[in-house]
């Protein structure tokens, strides 16, 4: 028996495989479909440990499926477009395409050595016009619907790359690819009115864990204590700090309604992370509620009320709650405000409520809790709101010097991201010098400004109630601001309404390397439109849009004339505008409905829209009639299993999410969720305990990894050394002793007993325990993806067979087939080894008459080596870290005389039923029961599962134990406790 020589075996059963196909989908079986997805990687140019870990054990959960019966349907893509490979072609001089579809190249040859079952027959590479072809059509369907509209909003910028940021983007206040600090800024772009489906995105109860009531009845007991202290009304409201950093405090009972309104859609089997539910409810952040008009006092100026400007520290909190009368009148007939949600939709700039200071004004506040309008002791608003912008713009009576005050405060907030705003405890403001009345008590109560208020949630402005609220409280406390005890019984007039914290998604970016955009501005279709339609309401970034100060009508690339294509030439550096606009070429067209001059969108789509609805083309990745075949979207979705990275959660999965409830309101699909089943991967750190870094010196990289110890080691170690959602780090040593574990397993094939023969009286019954215990184990673990106590168990079951003189022949295939999901080379190996010499082979006549000739002619497939390794010291078997053999296979003995050709019945072991166990065999003959005498381990005696349950046939056994029974001699026994079938504890004198 030759040793154990990875790099020989693993690059030829990959080539086997890919000649037999084994891999492949059968699309007319009529076995049951398993759609296993892992998320699409992005191309960045070589596989690290990262992608190693993503695919490993969603590779192995694959493999057990399909050994069970199903039809295993597993993609894999590349999620092309995007910064990174536009940044890296600046850096190189390397055009992003050319950069892209290289390491497109490099990856694919990579995850072949990975070993997985990847079928690339079905594939997805989101840079090639074949699929951002249909990028275009879902972008114009939206449009047509009105989903998809353009206009301006403060985004995170970043100035280096020139592009607007998405807050997971952001780290430590600085771009997560250049480095660089991101500023806020006033933008124009694309935004996806992802809103819309707030509601229908929102996890719905979960009716398998009934924990809603008895949350909401301990929440109802709760709210009606808030008013009888202080701090019971501060700790109902800081709990929800999210809240909290947008509005005035939200009562417990409608926090924690909306906070349990989380799990499941509409099908019962659809099953995802409690994390991922609750973190996509939080951050939809339903709230119910009111708008609450505050009227302006219009005398209301800096030196009326001098202890609210530098010195408002110093001031008395007590003197701002008594009333004062009004200085003029108010309009007796306010204007009705829109909803919030009307108002985000008519006002794309900042979704806040139109603010005209020549008439009676108010600033309009969103709260969630309306009753407690009487505590109301001040208003906060966000440094963005149109209110400041009048008092800047010089529409209000103002001191030179508060004015440049507010400027400042106003410079600084840009500075800040919209994370540190909400994270940030310590509170900054600035008095505006204005006051507005409180529409219950009357008074006049000053307006504040702060970056702990975010312009896009409700109105952009809160009322503050200290007393109740601990933000507000804190608030209070530092600037010297008055804290009024509220009745929780206030009955302001406002209009009831809802409010979300999610908000409109921003899709467009400022660069060259992603999906144009199919709109065309035409100035001639704007004019004849004007004329034609003189009554009519055009709507700006739905129906025209101005640049250059001139107005263009938006139209429509025509279906038929998708894709357009994005152009190779183009100058992608930054330059403070769209590289596309500088194409002119490209950028000047004809308007495809006027035939007029006209010029096209020069932005590109954000990369999440690609791979929102990647694992949809996936199915018909071929189809030329639109984005997938609905017939086969029908047998293969929703996706079985979808493996993924946290980081996800507020980001690409809630967009998939969100496309699909579009497609279904198309007739596309007739679900509501894309995956049945979420599961989410930890993270692989460090030797160092610290995450990988080429700066830090940490990387592991896995190419160099299996040139030491092969990729079946490598997967069984990923799959071992931690649950698949935790997070550890590497370990070189726990490596090694896995590549130890299959080094076991290829030698105790010299233990086989009647190999010819599978006979189960040769199986003791501690034998067959042992073994159908290990199925059913590794089976359970594998279906609930814990994969790592699924190894375990394996480790253990070989440490029983190799204490063994002899092992079965039925117990060694049934070892090999458990453990082919994790290591599917070494097995595969095996498999066949163990079928020659059992069966005398069934590939040839070649190989039978090696069979009987195993020294002259074709060895067996375990010894099958190349004539360079035969020569090697056998020394370099013993060491994974040793120069191993080529793994040039054509140079092999084993390409030379047993070749693929001849393997013309091959049948693999990743093709075998999964073994069965029979749980007659599961209950245990013998129990272990621990002796204690004194409380103190002295033996551990096996009995009789029929014996166990009698307590004195098990005292009779212990006190003939030798070791138990020299601590008993000469001792009287007093008592004796017996833990049933576990410990028995003799207590004497």
Not at 836 to 858: H, V
Request: aromatic letters at 12%.
């Amino acid at each position: 028996m030759k040793r154990y020589f990875p790099r020989d075996i693993e690059p030829y059963w990959q080539k086997v495989w890919q000649e037999k196909g084994i891999n492949k989908f059968k699309k007319e079986s009529k076995e049951k479909k398993y759609y296993n997805l892992v998320e699409l990687p992005y191309p960045s140019g070589d596989l690290h440990m990262g992608h190693w870990f993503s695919f490993v054990p969603a590779d192995a959960h694959a493999r057990y499926k399909r050994m069970n019966g199903f039809n295993v349907f597993f993609p894999n893509g590349f999620d092309a477009f995007g910064l990174p490979a536009e940044n890296a072609a600046i850096k190189r001089g390397v055009h992003p395409k050319d950069w892209t579809m290289k390491n497109i190249e490099n990856m694919t040859k990579q995850f072949a050595t990975m070993g997985t079952m990847i079928d690339w027959d079905y594939t997805a590479i989101t840079c090639l016009s074949g699929y951002y072809r249909w990028n275009q059509w879902i972008f114009l369907k939206m449009f047509e619907k009105g989903i998809a509209y353009k206009g301006k909003a403060l985004s995170n910028w970043c100035p280096v790359d020139q592009t607007v940021l998405a807050n997971e983007h952001i780290e430590g206040g600085k771009c997560w690819r250049c480095g660089s600090e991101v500023i806020q800024k006033e933008v124009e772009q694309w935004f996806l009115k992802i809103t819309d489906y707030a509601d229908r995105l929102i996890w719905k109860e979960d009716t398998r864990g009934s924990r809603s009531s008895d949350d909401a009845r301990r929440a109802s007991s709760q709210s009606s204590k808030i008013s009888r202290s202080l701090s019971e009304s501060l700790s109902s409201s800081s709990s929800n700090k999210d809240v909290t950093a947008f509005d005035s405090p939200q009562s417990e009972t409608s926090r924690l309604q909306n906070q349990e309104s989380v799990i499941s859609n509409q099908k019962s089997d659809i099953d995802w992370p409690k994390e991922v539910r609750e973190g996509q409810n939080n951050w939809i952040g339903k709230s119910e509620g009111m708008l609450i008009q505050f009227p302006i006092v219009r005398d209301s100026v800096v030196s009326r009320h001098p202890r609210f400007s530098d010195d408002a520290r110093s001031s008395s909190p007590k003197k701002l709650s008594q009333t004062r009368s009004l200085s003029e009148s108010l309009s007796p007939d306010l204007a009705e405000k829109q909803s919030n949600a009307d108002a985000a939709f008519d006002s794309p700039q900042t979704g806040l409520p139109p603010f005209d200071v020549n008439h009676q004004s108010c600033i309009e506040v969103f709260t969630t809790r309306p009753e407690t309008a009487d505590g109301a002791t001040f208003l906060v608003i966000s440094p963005e709101h149109e209110f400041v912008a009048s008092l800047l713009n010089g529409k209000w009576q103002m001191a030179n010097g508060k004015l440049k005050e507010i400027q400042e405060y106003v410079e600084r907030a840009k500075r800040k991201t919209e994370m540190e705003r909400k994270e940030d405890r310590s509170k900054s403001g600035i008095f505006t010098g204005k006051y507005v009345k409180n529409p219950v008590t009357g008074k006049d109560i000053p307006v504040w400004i702060s970056d702990y208020v975010l312009a896009g949630y409700g109105t952009g402005a809160i009322m503050a109630v200290p007393f109740a609220d601990e933000r507000d409280r804190e608030f209070a406390q530092k600037f010297n601001l008055p804290i009024v005890e509220t009745s929780f019984k206030a009955k302001p007039g406002g209009k009831k309404t809802v409010n979300y914290h999610l908000r409109d998604w921003s899709i467009s970016r400022q660069r060259y390397w992603g999906t144009p955009v199919p709109i065309i501005y035409c100035r001639k279709c704007w004019e004849k439109s004007k004329i034609k339609n003189q009554k009519s309401k055009f709507e700006y970034g739905r129906d025209f849009i101005e640049i250059d100060g001139e107005k263009y009508a938006m139209v429509p690339v025509p279906l038929e004339d998708l894709p357009v294509e994005l152009p190779y030439n183009v100058d992608y550096t930054p330059k403070g505008k769209p590289p596309l606009a500088t194409d002119e070429e490209w950028l000047n067209v004809k308007c495809p409905k006027c035939g007029g001059k006209a010029k096209r969108d020069a932005e590109t789509l954000d990369t999440f829209f690609d791979s929102a609805w990647y694992y949809y083309r996936y199915v018909s990745p071929q189809y030329k009639k639109a984005p997938f075949e609905e017939k086969e979207v029908r047998e293969l979705m929703p996706v079985d299993v979808y493996f993924g990275g946290a980081e996800h959660t507020l980001g690409h999965t809630l967009y998939a999410r969100f496309f699909t409830k579009f497609f279904k309101d198309l007739g596309l699909v007739s679900f509501d969720e894309f995956a049945a089943k979420r599961v989410q991967h930890g993270v692989i750190l460090g030797p160092d305990g610290n995450r990988m870094s080429k700066s830090k010196g940490n990387v592991v990289n896995p190419d160099e990894v299996v040139k030491e110890y092969g990729t079946d080691t490598v997967r069984l170690y990923l799959c071992f050394m931690m649950p698949y959602e935790a997070t550890a780090p590497w370990s070189t040593t726990a490596i090694a002793g896995v590549y130890r574990f299959l080094k076991r397993v290829w030698e105790i094939q010299s233990k086989i007993k009647n190999q010819k023969s599978k006979i189960k009286s040769d199986l003791s019954g501690e034998d067959l325990l042992q073994m159908h215990k290990t199925i059913k184990k590794v089976g359970d673990d594998l279906e609930n993806f814990h994969f790592n106590t699924a190894v375990a168990a394996l480790m253990t079951w070989l440490n029983y067979l190799s204490a063994k003189k002899f092992v079965c022949q039925e117990e060694y295939e049934t070892l090999l087939k458990l453990l082919a999901p994790f290591a599917p080379h070494i097995t595969e190996e095996l498999w066949h080894s163990t079928e020659l010499a059992a069966r005398q082979s069934r590939f040839s006549d070649d190989a039978r008459q090696a069979q009987s000739q195993p020294s002259k002619q074709t060895r067996s497939l375990s010894e099958s080596l190349s004539s360079k390794s035969e020569s090697k010291d056998v020394t370099a078997f013993d060491s994974p870290k040793s120069e191993l053999p080529p793994s040039d296979i054509s140079r092999s003995s084993r390409a030379n005389n047993l070749t693929i050709q001849q393997l013309n019945n091959f049948k693999s072991i990743h093709l075998q039923p999964w073994p069965k166990f029979d749980p007659k065999y599961l209950v245990e003959e013998e129990v272990s029961i621990v002796v204690q005498v004194n409380g103190k381990v002295r033996d551990a005696i096996r009995v009789q599962s029929s014996e166990f349950k009698v307590q004195s046939n098990v005292e009779e056994i212990a006190k003939s134990s030798e070791k138990a029974n020299k601590y008993l001699e000469g001792k009287k026994i007093i008592k004796v406790i017996y833990v049933e079938g576990k410990i028995l504890n003799f207590v004497t004198n």
